[in-house]
């Protein structure tokens, strides 16, 4: 069945792209006969009157001692005896001005200016009588007037109009067969790895566009696997994290347990539980979380309202603005924790509203970190310091923080400072450039 159906396919686009041809020849045949037709018609017709008067000048010669009949016989001319032709039954415009065009050009060649009479039998039956110089009785030569709008077409007419066809069709195969599906695939490629797997994109066009698809396709089902088995792997890490996060909670309720250790195992706990949590955001618990438009100074206090006011401070300007609130929310208080930890407090949050974006800015009191590892600080399971790894840190809180400014289709950059002007209350800041409206 499928078989019957490709070759359906096969048949149909055939005969489609056959009337295409047809259609564009038809359509090149026309334009080159309005705007190329009257100068064919007068090359013709100097070409004819350049024959013709050399006929002329021999077949009068020969009338002076033989009879038309015989001369026509001998010549191939189409010679009557008659006094004078029948005007056209209807007056033909092309062909009173072919008629005229050639008189002209025989008066020009000949001692004399024959009389012509143009003639009109049928639409395939068309030129003049010429008037030729016999002693004895009137002969008339008759010759045919071909019209460059006529059928069948010039052959210079016919072969120009099939080129054209040819490059009319080339260019409409190119745009349906190959731009437009290679165009289908490049917005195809721009939504890979933006967080949601795109839809497999029809295998249409070309035969190599077709093959370079379902390799896209193919390629698209190996990431989705490859994200699907990721994700189930820092899930079940995380999963297998939380039964000994369980135990040493329990534990840590037992009275038998000194003051020194109970500080030390909950401070294993919260790195167990920040762990945990940062695997879990990484593995893409946030991507399908829907955008909420909400106030964003509010929203804002409400994500740093478990930190001191003493150590950090808020400047926030009143916005509204759609957000994954959630994981935006992990993200800032991502940049608060390494603003903390790798910083020096106070630390500031500042939100400011721009022209088609709003800006977030977590600033400390830092060093910050060297230009040269800004890109490897965004990177997964990177440790700028080695030191941390037994605090907690996995190594995912500004990888973390990419991805969701990513699906905000925001962007991420690191600003250093002095921190002397008000807009900079800090010497080093992270900071996040969002749309109000951000795509879905």
Same mark, same amino acid.
């Given at each position: 069945?499928?078989?019957?159906?490709?070759?359906?396919?096969?048949?149909?686009?055939?005969?489609?792209?056959?009337?295409?041809?047809?259609? /564009?020849?038809?359509?090149?045949?026309?334009?080159?006969?309005?705007?190329?037709?009257?100068?064919?018609?007068?090359?013709?017709?100097?070409?004819?009157?350049?024959?013709?008067?050399?006929?002329?000048?021999?077949?009068?010669?020969?009338?002076?001692?033989?009879?038309?009949?015989?001369?026509?016989?001998?010549?191939?001319?189409?010679?009557?005896?008659?006094?004078?032709?029948?005007?056209?039954?209807?007056?033909?415009?092309?062909?009173?001005?072919?008629?005229?065009?050639?008189?002209?050009?025989?008066?020009?060649?000949?001692?004399?200016?024959?009389?012509?009479? $143009?003639?009109?039998?049928? &639409?395939?039956?068309?030129?003049?009588?010429?008037?030729?110089? /016999? #002693?004895?009785?009137?002969?008339?030569?008759?010759?045919?007037?071909?019209?460059?709008?006529?059928?069948?077409?010039?052959?210079?007419?016919?072969?120009?109009?099939?080129?054209?066809?040819?490059?009319?069709?080339?260019?409409?195969?190119?745009?349906?067969?190959?731009? %437009?599906?290679?165009?289908?695939?490049?917005?195809?490629?721009? %939504?890979?790895?933006?967080?949601?797997? #795109?839809?497999?994109?029809?295998?249409?066009?070309?035969?190599?566009?077709?093959?370079?698809?379902?390799?896209?396709?193919?390629?698209?089902?190996?990431?989705?696997?490859?994200?699907?088995?990721?994700?189930?792997?820092?899930?079940?890490?995380?999963?297998?994290? %939380?039964?000994?996060?369980?135990?040493?909670?329990?534990?840590?309720?037992?009275? /038998?347990?000194?003051?020194?250790?109970?500080?030390?195992?909950?401070?294993?706990?919260?790195?167990?539980?920040?762990?945990?949590?940062?695997?879990?955001?990484?593995?893409?618990?946030?991507?399908?979380?829907?955008?909420?438009?909400?106030?964003?100074?509010?929203?804002?206090?409400?994500?740093?309202?478990?930190?001191?006011?003493?150590?950090?401070?808020?400047?926030?300007?009143?916005?509204? &603005?759609?957000?994954?609130?959630?994981?935006?929310?992990?993200?800032?208080?991502?940049?608060?924790?390494?603003?903390?930890?790798?910083?020096?407090?106070?630390?500031?949050?500042?939100?400011?509203?721009?022209?088609?974006?709003?800006?977030?800015?977590?600033?400390?009191?830092?060093?910050?970190?060297?230009?040269?590892?800004?890109?490897?600080?965004?990177?997964?399971?990177?440790?700028?310091?080695?030191?941390?790894?037994?605090?907690?840190?996995?190594?995912?809180?500004?990888?973390?923080?990419?991805?969701?400014?990513?699906?905000?289709?925001?962007?991420?950059?690191?600003?250093?400072?002095?921190?002397?002007?008000?807009?900079?209350?800090?010497?080093?800041?992270?900071?996040?450039?969002?749309?109000?409206? $951000?795509?879905?």
């Amino acid at each position: 069945m499928k078989r019957i159906q490709r070759r359906s396919a096969i048949v149909f686009t055939a005969l489609g792209w056959s009337g295409v041809v047809l259609g /564009s020849w038809a359509l090149c045949l026309l334009v080159l006969q309005v705007l190329f037709g009257r100068q064919l018609e007068m090359l013709q017709t100097v070409q004819l009157g350049r024959d013709l008067s050399l006929n002329v000048r021999l077949t009068e010669l020969a009338l002076e001692r033989y009879p038309p009949a015989l001369v026509s016989e001998l010549t191939g001319l189409d010679l009557a005896v008659i006094d004078r032709p029948p005007d056209p039954p209807r007056f033909d415009h092309s062909l009173q001005r072919q008629t005229d065009a050639l008189q002209r050009q025989l008066c020009q060649r000949l001692s004399h200016c024959p009389i012509l009479v $143009p003639f009109s039998a049928e &639409a395939a039956q068309r030129g003049a009588w010429i008037e030729l110089i /016999s #002693p004895l009785e009137p002969v008339w030569l008759r010759v045919g007037l071909r019209s460059a709008f006529g059928w069948p077409p010039e052959p210079i007419m016919f072969g120009l109009a099939l080129v054209g066809a040819v490059v009319i069709c080339g260019g409409l195969f190119l745009l349906f067969q190959v731009d %437009r599906p290679l165009r289908g695939l490049e917005r195809a490629l721009a %939504r890979v790895g933006d967080g949601i797997d #795109p839809e497999a994109v029809a295998a249409v066009g070309a035969a190599e566009v077709q093959r370079l698809t379902q390799r896209f396709n193919a390629m698209l089902l190996r990431l989705s696997a490859n994200r699907r088995e990721r994700a189930t792997m820092l899930a079940g890490i995380a999963h297998d994290l %939380r039964a000994p996060i369980t135990r040493l909670s329990f534990r840590l309720s037992l009275p /038998s347990l000194s003051a020194k250790d109970r500080e030390q195992c909950s401070r294993d706990l919260e790195s167990l539980e920040r762990i945990t949590g940062q695997f879990l955001l990484f593995a893409g618990g946030g991507d399908s979380e829907a955008l909420v438009e909400l106030p964003l100074e509010a929203w804002m206090a409400e994500v740093c309202a478990a930190h001191s006011a003493d150590l950090l401070r808020l400047d926030l300007q009143p916005l509204m &603005a759609k957000v994954r609130p959630v994981a935006l929310g992990r993200a800032v208080v991502n940049l608060i924790d390494n603003a903390f930890t790798y910083g020096l407090a106070p630390v500031t949050v500042s939100l400011r509203g721009f022209e088609n974006s709003y800006h977030i800015e977590v600033w400390d009191q830092g060093k910050g970190m060297p230009m040269d590892q800004w890109e490897r600080a965004l990177q997964p399971f990177q440790r700028l310091d080695e030191s941390r790894r037994e605090q907690g840190h996995s190594g995912l809180g500004l990888a973390i923080v990419a991805h969701v400014v990513s699906r905000h289709a925001g962007q991420l950059s690191f600003v250093a400072s002095d921190g002397t002007t008000k807009d900079q209350p800090g010497r080093f800041a992270v900071r996040l450039q969002l749309p109000f409206n $951000p795509p879905d």
